[in-house]
């Protein structure tokens, strides 16, 4: 289809004039409507004054501000039309505007709990402490990551160290400070949402009612039946995110004004979208915060286990950046009796226990309803995943009598995910080729359980950064069947947002201990103790999928060397004949209490690779010094690559590992991210958003008839556009007849092109 697309891309030539991205200082494209109403994000070039700004602003009426910004960036939020907009960005003060875009608790997999009102909780606050206890291992990762040791160490005061006296801000969705393991750790904080000072959970009817932030804080800071990471750091709540956990570019940017202006020590955000670029306006926020001394740590996203899925703002730079990796655990896997062959099961948060047992019939049960469900009783019911939710479909395998539910996917991949409610039946997820074939086995199955810890998890996203070629992320954390505090009771949930505040908690412990260290010592101690993991073939993770490993705290902790940053990375080369030398500085910092000699172990020659190491050192006891490495390159031997590795530095014996990465040309990224299409506000118009990582030397939307795959039209066509967010309303004319319709988005640089599909319908 390809081919096809290419083919009609001369013919529309001669028809439509060049795209744009965000940014670029061109004319109004042909059916963009100058008079429709838009809200973006206005950054100022520094330093500009704000009464510089509105001297500019009054020469467009039309154009409102909505929020200021000081603190994050200078700048503010707009509403105008798009006509005035596009002229205000001509302006010298103007650095760059930016549509707003919709930040969520559950962007990519699926693997965060839906909203439900909070009576539905039936982990409530009764239950036994015997009974948490129990779920020990994953009641949260404290005890997997050292944190519980760290809480025997002490600071210079001879506290122990727990996060007293150290400042957490959550922006979420809100948070439940009435919840008995929460109340005595609250700080205040504020509603951006409803623009007040109270940022409780949103509550309400089915679908509104929000769980995730007080989620989130417990991990970091329950002090209660369980304990969080840091029992007693303070925590502020600012609510960003509304009723179903989204929330806008606006008011995430808020929280983050907010949050400088209380000089909150550490900032939790898990939440993201799913554009991999690192110049987003939040992202570029989470920098500035990092620079006034506060330390972002931000979920990388939940879209994995693909490459180039980490997204904003996971991409800051100067944030930490958090994937999830697994517990201590045991994954079930149905094993078929006539063939011998497993397949790996997903165990669905809230699930009943999976434990080994005797055989068992498999059964097809459709898509879960009552009536698909009759006749399976004590048997596995197989389900396909659609048309109810997951907690309807293992309700109804409840009264049904299954003995346990396998829920396989619909589209391609495996998924994740939780039920609203505790269910004594075990209930778990395969992807769609495995779920057809068990059904396809039929007869015996029997579970089996294969140790499956220190692993990252499938659904945490990886990286590298578009644009910037960095790292991301840059640690991992237990993010996986991971119990804390909701109102209303507990639950156990899944997803890097479970990931990231056990850095945050982690980073309260080691601020008590050392008040002096910023955002950037505190990433380069997480990441240079960091536990290397090893995927089920025992091989290391690679560098963009796992950062520098599962964080160390008690290691983190007792560490005598920092290593500035964490990771390294030599950026893009861009000439794929000829030879390249890189080079990047290095701070070595002595922070034990007695001299260290370092050195540098050389690494093994590899064909297009020569390194150059510094000499030997010493350094006394509070001493730092910066150091350069260097790498000679033949990307004519790595074209479109990205290499990664490690290198290590000996310090008084003790090795310290340090990721690098470097993209050879155009490596092989998407070409075409994040596209959205929805109807226009007039008839007939329909309005898109894509993300082009590395811009595009063309582009363009081609409609296709979804009965005979007939090519009908070219939505939008363009060539040359910048690197960025697009968005535009278009105009088809005529319309196509009432029907399906295939929409075919292309992009191609550097010779490469990729296609997105997805499908709309006329009406």
């Not at 395998?397 to 589209?411: E, M, Q, S």
């Amino acid at each position: 289809m390809k081919k096809i697309i290419c083919a009609f891309c001369i013919v529309f030539l001669l028809q439509s004039s060049t795209g744009l991205a965000i940014g670029a200082k061109v004319p109004p494209l042909p059916g963009v409507n100058p008079l429709e109403v838009k809200r973006g994000i206005v950054i100022l070039k520094e330093p500009v004054s704000l009464e510089a700004a509105n001297r500019t602003l009054r020469k467009f009426p039309a154009v409102k501000i909505r929020r200021t910004y000081k603190e994050a960036f200078n700048g503010f939020s707009v509403e105008g039309t798009v006509g005035d907009i596009r002229q205000l960005e001509r302006e010298s003060v103007v650095q760059s505007i930016s549509e707003l875009q919709t930040y969520s608790i559950d962007e990519g997999a699926p693997v965060h709990i839906r909203a439900i009102p909070s009576k539905k909780i039936t982990v409530n606050l009764n239950q036994s402490q015997q009974g948490l206890d129990e779920e020990a291992d994953n009641a949260n990762g404290a005890a997997m990551i050292g944190a519980q040791r760290l809480r025997g160490f002490f600071d210079s005061n001879g506290k122990r160290l727990t996060g007293e006296g150290v400042t957490v801000g959550v922006i979420d969705t809100g948070m439940d400070y009435t919840h008995p393991d929460l109340r005595r750790n609250y700080g205040g904080g504020k509603d951006l949402v409803d623009g007040d000072t109270d940022p409780m959970e949103a509550s309400g009817p089915r679908g509104t009612a929000t769980i995730h932030g007080t989620h989130v804080a417990g991990i970091i800071a329950g002090n209660g039946k369980i304990q969080g990471v840091a029992p007693r750091a303070t925590v502020k709540a600012y609510r960003a995110l509304g009723p179903g956990g989204r929330g806008t570019t606006e008011l995430v940017l808020s929280a983050i004004e907010e949050a400088i202006k209380d000089r909150v020590d550490i900032l939790n955000l898990s939440l993201g979208n799913t554009v991999n670029g690192p110049d987003l306006p939040v992202s570029t926020a989470l920098n500035r915060a990092a620079e006034k001394g506060i330390i972002p740590v931000v979920s990388s996203g939940n879209s994995g286990p693909g490459q180039w899925t980490v997204g904003s703002p996971g991409t800051a730079s100067k944030a930490i950046s958090v994937g999830a990796s697994t517990p201590t655990m045991k994954v079930p896997t149905i094993i078929i009796e006539e063939t011998g062959i497993g397949f790996r099961i997903e165990k669905l948060a809230g699930s009943g226990k999976w434990e080994p047992g005797a055989s068992a019939e498999i059964a097809d049960g459709k898509f879960g309803s009552l009536e698909e469900l009759k006749g399976i009783r004590n048997k596995i019911a197989v389900i396909k995943r659609g048309k109810l939710t997951f907690m309807e479909k293992a309700n109804n395998a409840l009264k049904a009598g299954a003995k346990a539910v396998i829920i396989y996917n619909n589209t391609m991949g495996t998924f994740n995910g939780n039920l609203e409610e505790s269910v004594p039946i075990p209930v778990g997820t395969v992807s769609a080729a495995a779920g057809k074939e068990i059904l396809k086995s039929g007869g015996l199955a029997r579970i089996g359980l294969v140790d499956d810890s220190d692993k990252v998890a499938a659904f945490s996203s990886r990286g590298p950064v578009t644009g910037t070629w960095e790292i991301k992320p840059d640690v991992v954390a237990p993010g996986v069947g991971i119990t804390s505090a909701v109102p209303g009771g507990y639950l156990a949930l899944n997803g890097t947002s479970m990931a990231a505040p056990h850095v945050a908690g982690v980073c309260a412990l080691l601020k008590q201990e050392h008040p002096e260290w910023g955002p950037a010592e505190m990433k380069a101690v997480l990441m240079n103790t960091a536990l290397v993991l090893k995927n089920s073939r025992a091989e290391p993770y690679r560098a963009f999928e796992q950062g520098a490993g599962r964080i160390q705290a008690d290691k983190a902790a007792a560490a005598g060397t920092l290593v500035l940053p964490g990771s390294l990375t030599f950026g893009k080369i861009g000439k794929p004949f000829w030879k390249a030398s890189r080079s990047s500085e290095l701070v070595v910092k002595n922070v034990s209490g007695k001299p260290i000699h370092y050195s540098f172990t050389v690494p093994s020659p590899e064909d297009g690779l020569r390194w150059q190491m510094p000499l030997p050192f010493t350094l006394d006891s509070g001493e730092e010094r910066k150091v350069r490495v260097a790498v000679t390159i033949d990307p004519s031997l790595f074209k479109g690559r990205i290499v990664d590795g490690a290198l290590f530095l000996q310090a008084g014996g003790q090795p310290v590992r340090i990721p690098f990465i470097l993209a050879l040309t155009e490596p092989d990224y998407p070409r075409v991210m994040g596209f959205a299409m929805a109807e226009g506000d007039s008839p007939g118009a329909f309005r898109y958003e894509v993300y082009l990582p590395g811009g595009a030397d063309e582009f363009g939307i081609a409609l296709f008839r979804q009965s005979d795959l007939r090519f009908v039209a070219f939505l939008d066509y363009g060539r040359k556009i910048g690197r960025g967010m697009l968005k535009r309303e278009i105009n088809p004319l005529p319309l196509p007849e009432p029907g399906f319709y295939i929409v075919k988005v292309f992009a191609r640089k550097a010779g490469k092109e990729d296609v997105f599909e997805t499908t709309i319908q006329f009406n």
